[in-house]
């Protein structure tokens, strides 16, 4: 499963972590600067690499401390 920036599971636990709730995408390239890829263009894989990157920063309790 890939994992670089930008990635499915990194957008998934991006938007778990600055609690921003599930919304699977990713980025072809450089978050932000590149085209963004949203679920109905993703496969099953990817959304699920995006739940799981969502899941496990669940599970790690890691949230955008905002104080």
Sequence with gaps: METRHGSAYDRGSADSYYRRGRKPHYYVGATYSSEIVTEERMTREEIEAYH????????????????
Excluded: M, Q, R
């Excluded at 920063?57 to 401390?65: R, T």
């Design 52 to 67: 799981k990157g969502f899941d496990d920063n669940e599970a790690d309790y890691n949230f955008k401390d905002w104080y």
